[in-house]
């Protein structure tokens, strides 16, 4: 298993704005995922990409994925404050190797 | 259609006691995970199981016992508490085979405290 690194650790912006989360990670990928957790509840799946695409879109959330930089972006457009949460960002190597996560992005979407 | 589900919610314990987490999932979900989450430390794996009967250690094992007796439960035992496993514990599921079915589903949390 290998951790992805989130960049950065903290972002806040006004709503309406979009927001930009990194990820970073060290080894060749099948996929990588996104997850949210908003305060003191469990991680949410939001979106997985798998190493032969380049860009996913759901709903307002656009995920990108670099192999040859070994890095993802999460873009939340024109953000809303309850888009206010940490995500994380998790790749996985291959097949049934666990995930495994970093500290994550705590983004504020101030009203 | 519950999803995963942890109990307790919270619990205090002294130093050297005992006590065994819970998870259930009713998804007929083949693997399970145990992790823990400490401020500023992201989440931590524990142990895992990829099915009925297996189990395998995490990053943080020390401290912990698991057991997967029945495909739908994975428990989490901490046999003699330290302050040190004051954390939240999160257990996850998920299905086997491809890669639309390698999503996790998460439970809401244990809030554990040793005294």
């Known amino acids: 298993s290998q951790q992805g690194e989130e960049d950065p650790q903290a972002l806040s912006i006004q709503e309406g704005e979009n927001a930009t989360m990194n990820c970073s990670y060290k080894?060749?990928?099948?996929?990588l995922q996104w997850y949210r957790q908003n305060s003191g509840r469990g991680l949410v799946h939001l979106i997985l990409?798998?190493?032969?695409?380049r860009e996913k879109h759901s709903g307002r959330l656009r995920v990108t994925l670099d192999t040859s930089k070994k890095s993802s972006s999460l873009l939340i457009t024109a953000s809303r404050a309850a888009d206010t949460a940490s995500y994380f960002c998790a790749p996985r190597n291959s097949g049934n190797t666990p995930l495994v996560f970093g500290k994550g992005t705590r983004l504020s979407v101030i009203a | 259609n519950a999803g995963v589900t942890q109990t307790p919610k919270f619990r205090v314990l002294k130093t050297g006691q005992s006590m065994t987490l819970l998870c259930a999932q009713d998804m007929n979900h083949e693997y399970m995970y145990w992790y823990r989450q400490d401020p500023g430390m992201g989440l931590r794996l524990i142990h895992y199981?990829?099915?009925?009967?297996?189990?395998a250690k995490g990053e943080v094992p020390d401290g912990y016992n698991v057991s997967r007796l029945k495909k739908q439960n994975f428990l989490l035992g901490l046999e003699s508490a330290a302050p040190s496993q004051t954390s939240v514990y999160f257990c996850?599921?998920?299905?086997?085979?491809?890669?639309?079915?390698?999503?996790?589903?998460f439970g809401s949390g244990t809030q554990l405290s040793v005294l």
């Open positions: 080894t060749s990928i099948n996929n």
């Open positions: 990409i798998r190493s032969n695409e």
């Open positions: 199981s990829v099915g009925e009967g297996t189990t």
């Open positions: 996850a599921s998920r299905k086997t085979g491809g890669a639309t079915n390698e999503k996790l589903f």
